[in-house]
């Protein structure tokens, strides 16, 4: 009977041992080696750990731009049709919007799709009454915003942007309109250090000027400062040796505002 102490302890050593190695060992090895799927990371020498993205998620992503591509298309091919759809015009272009929009909610930064969007906004403003084109007309000077933001060397968003703001302007009055005019020259100014060469920039300052001079004065503050500007871009412009500066003298001299209209955006599809 003095033995069975000795047995009883064995025996709980021996049953404590065995969930040892079955249960309790096994498991944590396990929680050692198992990753989820999503934080395979790399192991080559000198390479960075970066999580693998999931193959549904690259997926997703080509399909996005897919139907990004897509939405696009369908637009160009709208406003190519309204060129020559005297009666069906303001519709076409309509639903032409709506899928540059549509584009514009999957990819928000898309250039392509902000600029064909602002490129329908100014086309849809020149066929509306000054009330619906005004607001055209600031959604597109957004548009042309966030395409400049996107790619800031590309002229024709600063000229979109610009003459966005100029043609806007003209629909105003009083404080509005003035400020729409500042805009406009601010953008041109902007456009100019991109690329002091385009003359739709030059021109399109030059109208902003005259416009904001005829509203609230030739000597005011505001006009005097945006006017040394230009004349200074004048004067790096190829050198001072061209024609703008009496164009210039033309524009602000002449009884009405000098109307010109806007430049088209160079096509994107």
Not at 34 to 40: F, G, T
Not at 155 to 181: F, K, M, N, P, Q
């Amino acid at each position: 009977m003095g033995y069975l102490p000795e047995f009883l302890i064995m025996g709980i050593l021996l049953t404590l041992g065995w969930f040892f190695f079955t249960e309790v060992l096994p498991r944590w090895m396990a929680s050692r080696t198992a990753r989820p799927p999503e934080q395979h990371l790399t192991t080559l020498p000198g390479v960075a750990k970066q999580p693998v993205i999931p193959v549904d998620a690259e997926a997703s992503i080509e399909s996005n731009r897919i139907t990004h591509d897509a939405f696009l298309s369908e637009a160009s091919d709208l406003v190519l049709q309204a060129r020559g759809a005297e009666l069906f015009t303001a519709d076409l272009l309509e639903q032409a919007a709506d899928r540059t929009h549509d584009a514009i909610k999957l990819r928000p930064g898309s250039f392509a799709a902000n600029m064909l969007a602002g490129e329908i906004g100014v086309k849809r403003a020149m066929i509306a009454d000054d009330r619906e084109a005004i607001g055209l007309l600031e959604d597109a000077a957004v548009r042309f915003a966030t395409a400049t933001e996107t790619k800031k060397g590309v002229i024709d968003a600063y000229v979109g942007r610009g003459w966005s703001h100029l043609e806007r302007a003209r629909r105003l009055e009083d404080d509005r309109a003035a400020t729409a005019y500042l805009d406009a020259a601010e953008v041109f100014l902007k456009g100019f250090r991109v690329s002091p060469q385009n003359l739709f920039i030059l021109r399109g300052w030059g109208l902003a000027i005259d416009g904001l001079a005829r509203l609230i004065g030739e000597t005011t503050q505001p006009v005097r400062a945006a006017e040394d500007a230009y004349r200074l871009a004048l004067a790096e412009h190829r050198g001072g040796d061209h024609e703008l500066h009496a164009w210039y003298a033309e524009i602000r001299a002449a009884d009405e505002p000098v109307q010109m209209p806007m430049p088209a955006v160079r096509d994107l599809y």
